[in-house]
């Protein structure tokens, strides 16, 4: 098959995250089983115009941002299928918050690709006035101009919530996920001094905010705890996170490691004795497998795409009530409960010894087979 896959971000993109891991996890393996795949991402600085990587054809145009309109990657790919046409037997319609709407443009076979629904998110990352703006587009599209399309997504919460916004639920699919684990990395010891770590990009989606005030409610029963923030921001943002710190009186506490390698991703997660994930919302929270290979499990708000990985008692712990007291309270008794914290190591191993990619791309390509 000759597909061609529409999304914002490519796997080299410095603000890339765990959809672009997903799609070229994917891509690279549709590759290896004898099709021929392009992607089409938008442009960033540094970036070469067309790229082949693992023997994926990427062909950057365009910015990311859907507000620049005529030179948004939404329209230069529309214009790029337009030239192409033809010569795809499959698009791959990749869905994040704004899609491309191919099925205004590609009459042949397609299919949408969505690893979370925005939902109360535009609220959150955008304010009340284009938070609510982005919302209603957001229902427009799933509920009209998606309406007769085939979903693949990731989790069932985001199955459920696309049901929710008018999709129909025999017309989605829900893939299996996948895990990258460097080799010979189990090994690692947990660090003397309990660490806990937040890997994921630095922005108040993904709680970062509320990881550091929940650092400081912990300080005060227990001063020795300490946090190792994993992950980029805007740098406007980090420093504004690192002020915040020093009001909260916590920075002889945290440690910024920034971007990291994926071999002191690992270490860095095995070294540590929990894994905070206070997202609002996630596709699926990758780091949660990663974490558990390694043998470290998790305290996580009850979330949607959170809530389907983490096992109560089993891989890690989900907190209900959404506060920071509310996360220091169970990661203290978590920390202090020695037999409960063991078993929860070994379950967390347990679980992310599921996770394959390649059951990913046969789920993907069965899905592609269909239509």
């Known amino acids: 098959m000759r597909i061609l896959i529409l999304n914002w971000r490519d796997i080299n993109n410095p603000s890339s995250g765990g959809a672009e891991i997903l799609t070229h996890e994917i891509a690279k393996r549709l590759v290896a089983l004898g099709n021929h795949v392009v992607q089409f991402s938008s442009f960033f600085p540094g970036a070469y115009r067309k790229e082949v990587i693992d023997n994926v054809k990427i062909i950057r145009e365009g910015n990311a941002d859907i507000r620049t309109l005529f030179a948004s990657v939404h329209f230069r790919a529309f214009l790029f299928y337009r030239k192409e046409k033809g010569k795809f037997d499959i698009v791959i319609d990749e869905i994040h918050g704004i899609p491309f709407f191919t099925p205004w443009y590609v009459k042949g076979k ?24 982005g919302r209603i587009v957001e229902k427009f599209y799933l509920r009209l101009v998606y309406k007769n399309i085939q979903f693949i997504t990731i989790s069932d919460s985001t199955k459920k919530d696309l049901v929710t916004d008018g999709v129909n639920k025999k017309n989605i699919a829900v893939l299996p996920m996948g895990v990258n684990v460097p080799q010979n990395i189990r090994d690692i010891k947990k660090e003397k001094e309990k660490t806990l770590i937040f890997v994921g990009r630095l922005t108040v989606a993904k709680g970062i905010e509320e990881t550091l005030n929940t650092l400081k409610e912990i300080a005060k029963r227990n001063k020795t705890v300490r946090l190792w923030i994993v992950g980029k921001g805007e740098l406007g943002y980090v420093q504004k996170l690192k002020r915040m710190c020093k009001q909260l009186h916590i920075e002889d506490k945290v440690a910024f490691y920034g971007f990291v390698s994926e ?42 795409g959170l809530r389907d990985i983490v096992i109560n008692d089993r891989n890690g712990i989900l907190v209900t009530e959404r506060s920071p007291e509310s996360l220091a309270s169970t990661i203290i008794q978590l920390l202090s409960n020695d037999f409960l914290y063991q078993k929860l190591c070994r379950g967390a191993k347990e679980e992310a010894s599921r996770y394959s990619w390649n059951n990913t791309v046969n789920a993907m390509l069965n ?3 269909k239509l």
Request: proline content about 6%; hydrophobic content about 50%.
């Open 110 to 133: 397609k299919i949408a690709l969505i690893c979370e629904v925005a939902s109360d998110l535009w609220k959150e990352v955008f304010g009340s006035f284009f938070g609510l703006l």
């Open 263 to 304: 071999n002191k991703k690992f270490a860095l997660l095995a070294r540590a004795h929990l894994l905070i994930h206070p997202s609002l919302r996630e596709g699926f929270g990758l780091t949660i497998p990663e974490a558990g290979y390694v043998g470290t499990p998790v305290v996580a708000y009850n979330s949607p």
């Open 367 to 369: 899905n592609l087979k």
